[in-house]
T-cell receptor, first 117, second 118 residues
Framework: GAGVSQSPRYKVAKRGQDVALRCDPI?????LFWYQQALGQGPEFLTY????????KSGLPSDRFFAERPEGSVSTLKIQRTQQEDSAVYLC???????????????FGNGTRLTVT | AQKITQTQPGMFVQEKEAVTLDCTYD???????LFWYKQPSSGEMIFLIY??????QNATEGRYSLNFQKARKSANLVISASQLGDSAMYFC???????????????FGKGTRLSVIA
């Protein structure tokens, strides 16, 4: 079956450029998460959607980061005026249940590796 | 304060041998879930095994088992009969019950790189 799909797989941006990263979750999955994974580190939470509602954006590092999921399926993470410290792998994950189901595993995509030069 | 601690940056194991990857966690919440994920060089995070805080028995999934010691706040992953394909990064993660905050994200440790030697 289809898993979580992320595109592009790799993105190189010059400092100051805007980028948009796409996540296509498993069909019917209610919850969608974005994580940032720096080299040699574990993933760190960025933001959470339940259907189209962004219920938690406490992990977004600055107001240059913006995420949306307008129809409750595909999500886009946008980074404006990229900086070198934004270089990381951005992982998207989805889950069939809502936020109250803390025992439900997340299904991750392969990630987008962003390099800011 | 770090919620998930994985003290082994790298581990080596001989093929067909068993290996234990350590994980300790920190929470004051009585309700939480513990997860282990595998991340091969391709980058995808693959779910391996889950243990709930109220589960009486240690979780098992094929060659994976979780040595859950609640009083010690320890959730070590045991891989039996290691295979070359087990070489990857392994992450321990925890999610607390969302009593107050509304959303409690999955929090990861820094990971352990496992290398299986033929």
């Amino acid at each position: 079956g289809a898993g979580v799909s992320q595109s592009p797989r790799y993105k190189v941006a010059k400092r100051g450029q805007d980028v948009a990263l796409r996540c296509d979750p498993i069909s019917g999955h209610v919850s969608l998460f974005w994580y940032q994974q720096a080299l040699g580190q574990g993933p760190e939470f960025l933001t959470y959607f339940q259907n189209e509602a962004q219920l938690d954006k406490s992990g977004l590092p600055s107001d240059r980061f913006f995420a949306e999921r307008p129809e409750g399926s595909v999500s886009t993470l946008k980074i404006q005026r990229t900086q070198q410290e934004d270089s990381a792998v951005y992982l998207c994950a989805s889950s069939p249940t809502g936020m109250s189901s803390y025992n439900s595993p997340l299904h991750f995509g392969n990630g987008t590796r962003l390099t800011v030069t | 304060a770090q919620k998930i601690t994985q003290t082994q940056p790298g581990m080596f194991v001989q093929e067909k041998e068993a290996v234990t990857l350590d994980c300790t966690y920190d929470t004051s919440d009585p309700s939480y879930g513990l997860f282990w994920y595998k991340q091969p060089s391709s980058g995808e995070m693959i779910f391996l095994i889950y243990q709930g805080s109220y589960d009486q028995q240690n979780a098992t999934e094929g060659r994976y088992s979780l040595n859950f010691q609640k009083a010690r706040k320890s959730a070590n992953l045991v891989i039996s009969a290691s295979q070359l394909g087990d070489s990857a990064m392994y992450f321990c993660a925890m999610r607390e019950a969302p009593w107050r905050a509304g959303n409690t994200p999955l929090v990861f440790g820094k990971g352990t790189r496992l290398s299986v030697i033929a």
